[in-house]
């Protein structure tokens, strides 16, 4: 691992008038490398958005404080990064103005759990932390997992859900490292995770087209052998990995 390797935010998705489509098949023809311009609120991709009750409910609740950290599964195989390039080229197709949103290739990951940690200390508890909480039994982790089809989230967000769901295993992890004494955050609902591929920011007039679908085409396969724990930055600063734990 490359500690001065920088993740770039990744976008935060939704969850209303979700639509399903599969993935493009069309090759890329240049993958852009610039940030995909995404005000982070949240950070990693977690929070869904939803109906206008939840959005008014939110406004008259508490502020949740901001998570500084996270654990993530990131995007390591090539054939799932030549899969999402080809998505994403197939998007920046259909419509131009989108290369703008694209998460690039470094940025890639799903996040599976947020941390509000408050200094090297915590930090480094943190990562011990982790690593007993990967290392015990009953975490029900997958050898690996399959993106098999785009899900458009309203007009803001594209991700790719994993198969089979990593729901479950975001559940324990949390549970671990909050038993650890970790301050854990969770949206409402639960922790949904998911790989985000192009996300419209905050406050934009832009929105994202439907892909169009490709029968049988499928994103790739991302084995599960490594978690890391990173470093949010602020609204368009980079992430920085600080540690990389095998799973088991």
Same mark, same amino acid.
């Given at each position: 691992?490359?500690?001065?390797?920088?993740?770039?935010?990744?976008?935060?998705?939704?969850?209303?008038?979700?639509?399903?489509? $599969?993935? @493009?098949?069309?090759?890329?023809d240049?993958?852009?490398?610039a940030?995909?311009?995404?005000? $982070?609120?949240?950070?990693?991709?977690?929070?869904?958005?939803?109906?206008?009750e939840?959005?008014?409910?939110?406004?008259?609740?508490?502020?949740?404080?901001?998570?500084?950290?996270?654990?993530?599964?990131?995007?390591?195989?090539?054939?799932?990064?030549?899969? $999402?390039?080809?998505?994403q080229?197939?998007?920046?197709?259909?419509?131009?103005?989108?290369?703008?949103?694209?998460?690039?290739?470094?940025?890639?990951?799903?996040?599976?759990?947020?941390?509000?940690?408050?200094?090297?200390?915590?930090?480094?508890?943190?990562?011990?932390?982790?690593?007993?909480a990967? @290392?015990?039994?009953?975490?029900? $982790?997958?050898?690996?997992?399959?993106?098999?089809?785009?899900?458009?989230?309203?007009?803001?967000?594209?991700?790719?859900?994993?198969?089979? @769901?990593?729901?479950?295993?975001?559940?324990?992890? @949390?549970?671990?490292?909050?038993?650890?004494?970790?301050?854990?955050?969770?949206p409402?609902?639960?922790?949904?995770?998911?790989?985000?591929?192009?996300?419209?920011?905050?406050?934009?007039?832009?929105?994202?087209?439907?892909?169009?679908?490709?029968?049988?085409?499928?994103?790739?396969?991302?084995?599960?052998?490594?978690?890391?724990?990173?470093?949010?930055?602020?609204?368009?600063?980079t992430?920085?990995?600080?540690?990389?734990?095998?799973?088991?």
């Open positions: 691992m490359e500690p001065e390797r920088a993740l770039k935010p990744a976008a935060k998705a939704g969850t209303r008038e979700a639509q399903t489509v $599969v993935a @493009s098949g069309q090759p890329p240049d993958f852009p490398e940030e995909e311009g995404c005000q $982070v609120e949240w950070g990693t991709g977690a929070w869904p958005e939803d109906g206008g939840a959005t008014a409910a939110r406004a008259t609740a508490p502020r949740q404080p901001r998570p500084t950290h996270f654990v993530a599964l990131m995007v390591t195989e090539p054939g799932l990064q030549a899969g $999402v390039a080809k998505a080229e197939e998007l920046v197709r259909a419509a131009p103005s989108c290369a703008a949103f694209l998460v690039p290739p470094q940025a890639l990951h799903l996040t599976l759990a947020l941390l509000r940690l408050g200094g090297p200390g915590e930090i480094a508890a943190a990562v011990s932390a982790l690593k007993r990967l @290392s015990d039994p009953g975490l029900l $982790v997958p050898p690996q997992v399959t993106f098999r089809q785009l899900v458009l989230l309203g007009p803001h967000v594209l991700c790719a859900p994993p198969s089979p @769901s990593l729901e479950n295993m975001a559940q324990v992890l @949390s549970q671990r490292l909050e038993s650890e004494g970790l301050r854990v955050l969770q409402q609902g639960g922790l949904h995770p998911h790989l985000t591929l192009a996300k419209v920011p905050r406050g934009s007039q832009g929105h994202l087209p439907v892909p169009g679908p490709s029968p049988g085409q499928e994103l790739g396969n991302q084995l599960l052998r490594q978690l890391w724990l990173c470093r949010m930055g602020r609204a368009g600063d992430y920085q990995p600080l540690a990389e734990i095998p799973l088991g």
